[in-house]
Structure formats: structure tokens, C-alpha cells
């Protein structure tokens, strides 16, 4: 009983195992004119990008992230000839959060524009504008601007006017000269006498220290993944019975019980070896970053998919997953046949091969789950776990030979976590198939469907555990232990926590799994927390009248980490009452598109630059107020403008953010 009650909490906890404030300048872009003939020029855009960025490339479409485009502020004596051209190196693929595909430039990055001149003096000035993200967070739309001047004759001169590059917004300092410019703009918006809100804030806001990022694929969270994927394989048909037959086999080949000890040590660590070697050999074999692509490939992740389901079969009953019994025998024969170390590293390698019908489908998983991370040590680091939790009882058994006449004998519980298995491993097997349908435009795994199938699925998990549903090799015992009804109640109990959703609820212990909120076609949810202000002076009037604190949100129509802080964090009860109550929530978009009534210059490091969008003025405001360019970005001020606590990233711990208003009403009050 004992034991089935441990399986309960393993198999519960496998199924639960789903920055810093600061400048960033990922990408620098250099713009250079060259002239083809006497009548004709382009204008090549060529930047470096770091790594883990990328650079998304022209014509994405709406809804979708920041598409590379070029703009033209004034031209004289040239003519533009087509568009705005990307250069080798795309990468193509669907993104599931946006739900589209999107094209995008890694490391490097080059845009050509070509200019004809139509003789005589010319004047071209504009700015290429394009967008960067990684996998936490989203740099406003960024310009590159040029101007280049010149004579258009046989022997054509060089342009008179050197590019002009944005300084790279890690060296943004306080400069109230350059803030003063866009005040200037929005001051007749204020009343006379009211602070000046634009004033930079950035050393005061460092005073109150850092939030740092939550990685949601730790090295801590990818070994203990490993573990109970280990402890799980452990306590099936293939590997159970197998234990006390090993450990009697060290004990008995010697007379002295230390050298079999010993010998089962290194029958264990030869298992962590091999598992180990696996994890390696998939990273060498096909590279970090190519694994990393593989997690939105859709032809991939229809792989994964048939896969999955497969190994779901096969837990079931429908058949049996072996490896060619020649080369387990073959293995076997060479161990005896030898002896000292390389028989024991023989022994354990025959268990790998004869375990495989139930190891392979936990493998399976576990590598394609961390293998998605783009990490070279994953693999590697989630087989190191999974080998420890196999081989550890081996040993133990092998010190302790007395706990042998207390381990559970086999019996029908392990054919049930095979079950088990079988339906979690079906489950996740509709996570990569969603993926290929977004790409594709099927419409097959809409959300409400695929929530549909998890009900489903669950549900009938829970009645095989209450012995409602018998699979082939079931015994016919009608009894179900303690731990079983548990396992049973939790099963049926998220079932129907996920019967909401098929209206529109956010179900947030599933958002990483589900298909976006926009896929849903009938959503009766509208419990959302909405900005009073998409203006910043406006807002800052409002907060000193009302006598309240304010929270800016830098957000932007293409971040998707402020989509999902917003689903995750913002609908919790506590967290909405006091955005909507205590705090006056002003918006500000990065990526905004509207233009300004005029354009705006100003002096960033020194350089002059043009604020041409609403969009520019909020990422500026951003930079030289709070010395940050990323998104999401939280932060509370008082009504002078000055900072209240440290600075908020993405985290979807509500716990924090909560912690975080709640700081910053006090620091309020004081």
C-alpha cells in the first residue's frame, strides 16, 4: 500500500513538471551607400545580432511582430526602386504564440533598398525600421536612420553626408538637455506648475534594486525532471522484477560481500555512463540550436506527435516496443563470456536494451520536452537524472540485502502505471500536434478542441483508476487502494477544472499548453483589467488630482510575455482590485504606429535622432527616464514622477507581483 501511495505522488509530480531592468542592445545595425552605376545606388542595411536574438524580417503581416521597413523622410533627384529586400539567411517557421509564421534573421542580419537617380543633386534621408526578441522579451521597433547627398553625373561622387546609427542604448545616460526636447512637445498638455514628469528617474530606480527573470527551464527543473521520469521506468514490469535478481547475482558471483558491494556500485555508475552517453550523443548529433528549431517545426512536431501516440499504444497493450532480441543476447552472452569491469558495464547495458519496451517511451519524452530548450547540457542533464533514480536501488539493495524481503513484489500496480503513462504521454502528444495545426491553418485543435480532448482524456483517466475501464493486460481485481482513489480524485477534479475553458476562461495551470486564447471561437470571458490611460502626461495629471500612485506598463502589440503576464498575473482577484482601485494603470505601447502631429528631435549620447511615432516617444520615455528598453516592463511612481519600488520584468509568479504593488503602496503612503 505503501508503495502504490509513493507511485501516486511520482506520477502527480511528473504531470505538475510542465531580467534585469537594464538597458539591453542585442542588435547593431550599420547602413552603407553604394553606387551601381552613375543612375543607380542601393542602400544596405547590415547588422550583427547576439545570440538567443533575432531580427524579424519585411511584409509579416498584421497581428504579428515588428516587420523590417524602410521609411523616407525627404527625397530629391531619386526614386525608389521596389521594396525593401532581405537577405540570405531567413529562417521560416511557425510561431505558436502568434499564431502565424514569421520570418526572422538570426546572428546577422542585411536589408538592400534600391535608389534611382535621376540626375542632377540628390537628397535622401529616412530611417530602416525593424524589431528584436528573444524567448523572454521584445525590443521596441528601433530606426536606423541615413542621409546621404550628393551629384548624380558619370563620375558619381560619394555622398556628402555620413550615416547617422543610434548609439547603442547601453551607453543612454541622463540627459535632461535631450528629455527637455520632449517635454517641450508635451507640456501643453500640462498645467503650469506641475513637475516635469519626463525628469530621469534611473538612479533612484537602481537604488531600489533589481527584479530578476523566472527561467522557466532551469537546470534544477530539467535534472528532477529526469528523476521522476527515472523513478517512474523504475517501478514498471521491465525494471522492478529485475532488481532482486541483479543484486543477488553481485552477491553470490563473490565470497567477499565488500567486492560485491562494489561490483553493484559499478553496475550502478555504469548505468548513469550509459544514460548519459544517450543525452550527449542526441545533443552532438544534432546540435543545440537545431534541436531548439525542432520545438516549432511542424513537420517535426507531427513526428513527435505520431510518436507520442505510439508509446501511448504500447502502454496500453496494443503491443510491445522491443529492441531485436539478438542484441540483448549478444550483450548477454559477451558479459559472460568477460570479466572484472567491462563484464558489470556489459550487465547493465543488457538492462538498458531488455528494459527498453517501458524505458523507451519515458526516454522518449523526457528528450524531446528538454531537448526543446536549446541548452547543450539538457539532454545530457535530464539523462543524468533519469540513470540516478534507475540505478540507485540496485545499489542500495546491494548494500542493504535485508530490504530485499521488504520490497513489494510484482504484481498488477505496475501494469497500471504503464496506464498511466500511457494516458499522460496521449495528453501531451495533442501539445506538438497543436503546434503543426497553427502552422498549417488546419483549424483542427482550435483551443475549446483541444481542451475538449484534455477533458476527455483526464476524465477517463480518473474512471481507469476507480477500475471503471480494464485495458488487456489488467488483472481482474475489482479492489482500488487508498493512493489509487487519491490519484483517481485528482485526475476527474482537473478534468472538470478545465470544463470553463471550453468558454473562454484562461485556465492558467494550462496556458503553456493550449493553443492561444485567439483560436478560441466562442469566449464569454471578460473579467480583463484595462488601462485608464494610454498617455502618460494625461494619466500623471489624472494620479496627482486623484491623489493615487501610478503603475506604467511598457508594453507592446508583439510582446508575447505581456500577453501572457496579463492572462497569468493580472486576472488574479487581488492583483485586479488594486490595478483598478489603488494604482492609476497607464499603458504605454512601444510598437504604436501613429504618428506623431510633427516629428520630434531630440539628443540621445549625443546624437540626434527623430521621433516620428507615437510608439518612439513611449520607448524614449522608457530609455531616458527608466533606463530600460525591454518589454514587459512595470513600474510605480508617485506623482512627482519619482520611483516607489524596484522595477518589474516577466514573472508569473502572482505571489511577487502582488509583494511588488503592495511595496510600492506603502513606499506611497510614507
Partial sequence: MKTRVILCWLLMALFCLPMFAQMQDPVQFKAEWKEISATEAEIVFTGTIDAGWHVYSTELGDGGPTSATFNIDEIKGAELVGKLTPGAGEIDKMDPIFGMQVRYFEKSAKFTQKVKLTGGDYVIKGYLEYGACNDENCLPPTAVDFSYSGKAQAAAQAPSVQTEIPAPASEVKEDTASVAVVHTESASTQLDGTPDYWKPVIKELSEFGETQQQDTHSWVYIFFAGVVGGLLALFTPCVWPIIPMTVSFFLKR??????????????????????????????????????????????????????????????????????PSKWSNAVDSKAEATTGLLSIFLMAFTLSLVSFSCTGPIIGFLLVEVSTTG???????????????????????????????????????????????????????????????????????????????????????????????????????????????????????????????????????????????????????????????????????????????????????????????????????????MLTDDYVLITLYVDEKAKLPEPIKIMENGKERTLRTVGDKWSYLQRSKFGANAQPFYVLIDNEGNPLNKSYSYDEDVAKYIDFLQTGLKNYKK
Fill in 254 to 323: 563473490t565470497k567477499d560481500k565488500k567486492k560485491g558491494i562494489r561490483d553493484a556500485w559499478t553496475y550502478g555508475a555504469s548505468i548513469v555512463v550509459i544514460y548519459v552517453a544517450l543525452g550527449l550523443a542526441i545533443t552532438l548529433i544534432f546540435g543545440a540550436s537545431a534541436l531548439n528549431a525542432l520545438s516549432t517545426n511542424a513537420i517535426f512536431n507531427i513526428f513527435f506527435f505520431l510518436m507520442l501516440v505510439v508509446f501511448a499504444a504500447s502502454f496500453f497493450g496494443a503491443f510491445e516496443i522491443t529492441l
Fill in 375 to 577: 541548452s547543450i547540457i539538457a539532454p545530457a542533464l535530464g539523462m543524468l537524472g533519469f540513470a540516478i533514480a534507475l540505478a540507485l536501488p540496485f545499489t542500495l539493495f546491494a548494500m542493504f540485502p535485508s530490504w530485499l524481503k521488504s520490497m513489494p513484489k510484482s504484481g498488477g500496480w505496475m501494469n497500471v502505471i504503464k496506464v498511466v503513462l500511457g494516458f499522460l504521454e496521449l495528453a501531451f502528444a495533442l501539445k506538438f500536434l497543436s503546434v503543426a495545426d497553427l502552422a498549417y491553418g488546419w483549424r483542427l485543435l482550435d483551443r475549446e478542441t483541444f481542451l475538449a480532448l484534455w477533458i476527455v482524456i483526464f476524465g477517463l483517466l480518473g474512471f481507469y483508476l476507480l477500475g471503471k475501464i480494464k485495458f488487456p493486460h489488467d488483472d481482474d481485481s475489482t479492489k482500488v487502494g487508498v493512493g489509487r482513489f487519491f490519484l483517481a480524485l485528482i485526475s476527474l477534479a482537473f478534468a472538470v477544472y478545465m470544463v470553463p475553458g471550453l468558454w473562454g476562461a484562461p485556465l492558467k495551470a494550462v496556458s503553456a499548453f493550449a493553443p492561444p486564447m485567439q483560436t478560441q471561437d466562442f469566449n464569454l470571458y471578460d473579467d480583463e483589467v484595462h488601462a485608464k490611460f494610454q498617455d502618460f502626461d494625461a494619466g500623471m495629471e489624472y494620479a496627482r488630482q486623484q491623489g493615487k500612485p501610478v503603475m506604467i506598463d511598457f508594453t507592446g502589440y508583439g510582446c508575447v510575455n505581456c500577453r501572457k503576464m496579463e492572462l497569468a498575473v493580472w486576472t488574479d482577484p487581488q492583483v485586479s482590485k
